[in-house]
């Protein structure tokens, strides 16, 4: 089942706020974890996953990306992943291969395996010296959150 474009535009424009108190967010610097946060649309009864996860030793990628009504991936950002391809039949890039860090974005019959450049992407704050923290800080205001608590990296 695919979420309408237009629909999943909107979600990810959303303003969101954490739900409950979330005093900090620790990201463990080398050691896998993963971590599911809850957010809600400001004046709605939309909710979202956040989802924060670092791969294992082998391959320490980052992985962030906020889901929609449980299934619906509106954008990842993935850091120091795998290289993959897009699809050949992509609107953007088709089987442009992504060696780097790179953001993904929703896109209707595609879902989220559509990916761009950070710098490609309108609205995404272009980072010099990025690291774990400050990539974390552009893509959640790129998601629209409104108060972003203090991050901590961990050993």
């Known amino acids: 089942m695919s979420l309408p474009q ?3 535009d909107l979600l990810l424009a959303m303003p ?3 739900s409950g108190v ?3 967010i620790e990201l463990p610097r080398s050691l896998p974890f993963s971590e599911e946060l809850d957010l809600e649309g400001v004046g709605t009864r939309e909710r979202f996953i956040l989802d924060l996860e670092r791969g ?3 391959r320490p990628r980052l992985k962030y990306h906020p889901r929609a009504r449980k299934i619906y991936v509106l954008a990842r950002l993935d850091l120091d992943g795998r290289p993959h391809h897009n699809p050949p039949d992509s609107p953007h890039r088709p089987s442009y291969r992504f060696t780097g860090d790179h953001l993904h974005l929703y896109r ?5 395996r ?3 450049l950070p710098n490609e992407v309108a609205g995404f704050p272009v980072l010099s010296n990025p690291d774990a923290v400050r990539w974390l800080i552009a893509f ?3 998601c629209n ?3 972003i608590p203090p991050i901590q990296e961990n050993i």
């Open 6 to 8: 237009a629909e999943a």
């Open 16 to 18: 969101k706020v954490f």
């Open 22 to 24: 979330v005093i900090q």
């Open 56 to 58: 294992n030793l082998k």
């Open 108 to 112: 209707e019959d595609f879902s989220d």
């Open 114 to 116: 559509i990916a761009f």
């Open 140 to 142: 959640l205001r790129f």
């Open 145 to 147: 959150v409104q108060t």
